[in-house]
Antibody, heavy 115, light 108 residues
Framework: EVRLVESGGGLVRPGGSLRLSCEVS????????ITWVRQAPGGGLEWVSV???????HYAEFVEGRFILTRDDSKNRLFLQMNDLRVDDTGFYHC??????????WGQGTLVSVS | SSELTQAPAVSVALGQSVTVTCHGD??????TAWYQQRPGQAPLLVIY???IRASGTPDRISASTSGNTASLTITGAQAEDEADYYC???????????FGGGTKLTVL
């Protein structure tokens, strides 16, 4: 069974940092693209970042230079290092398996509150 | 503002048909996907590659694209179809995705 479980969210002051983790089971992290999508409370979905199976990473403009996405293949985990957090970074952060053009398996998300 | 535009809300009577639309020039060239999000749950892929049902998507849900408009149609809406629906598009490089603002579907 494909499963993605996020952790590491919490309450942080503006300017602070958090490190989110995404633990994957049912497939290997380096065999698919993995995407991060966030959702502000009561808001819509917003693409944040993607890591390709080959390891290349790409970021939305609003997090470029502040967030860093990495992968530990030996632990089948991904990490989203979030620095210089802003109030509008608040929301649920989901990691999502991304085969091709669709986001087919979503984690339940971890809540980041910047206040 | 989102590059993909959706109406904020739409309603349908139980058992009737409803279409949720998504507009944007990007839709002319991308492979549209649709996601369903019920309250308190993570989004769920329902349609990918413009009109292919994801595993578990009921036959009453279908999708199509014409020009700069993508449409998700539910034929014979059920209570469990009440949810937010988001369209999305991946850019041609595979390096970014964009979502519509979402449409809240109410089944009356």
């Amino acid at each position: 069974e494909v499963r993605l479980v996020e952790s590491g969210g919490g309450l942080v002051r503006p300017g602070g940092s958090l490190r989110l983790s995404c633990e994957v089971s049912g497939f290997t992290v380096n065999s698919n693209y993995i995407t991060w999508v966030r959702q502000a409370p009561g808001g819509g979905l917003e693409w944040v970042s993607v890591i390709h199976s080959g390891g290349a990473t790409h970021y939305a403009e609003f997090v470029e230079g502040r967030f860093i996405l990495t992968r530990d293949d030996s632990k089948n985990r991904l990490f989203l290092q979030m620095n210089d957090l802003r109030v509008d970074d608040t929301g649920f952060y989901h990691c999502v398996r991304t085969p091709g053009t669709s986001l087919d398996s979503w984690g339940q998300g971890t809540l980041v509150s910047v206040s | 503002s989102s590059e993909l535009t959706q109406a904020p809300a739409v309603s349908v009577a139980l058992g009737q048909s409803v279409t949720v639309t998504c507009h944007g020039d990007r839709l002319r060239t991308c492979f549209t996907a649709w996601y369903q999000q019920r309250p308190g749950q993570a989004p769920l892929l329902v349609i990918y590659a413009k009109n292919i049902r994801a595993s578990g998507t009921p036959d009453r849900i279908s999708a199509s694209t014409s020009g700069n408009t993508a449409s998700l149609t539910i034929t014979g809406a059920q209570a469990e179809d009440e949810a937010d629906y988001y369209c999305s598009c991946r850019d041609s490089s595979g390096n970014s995705w964009v979502f519509g603002g979402g449409t809240k579907l109410t089944v009356l």
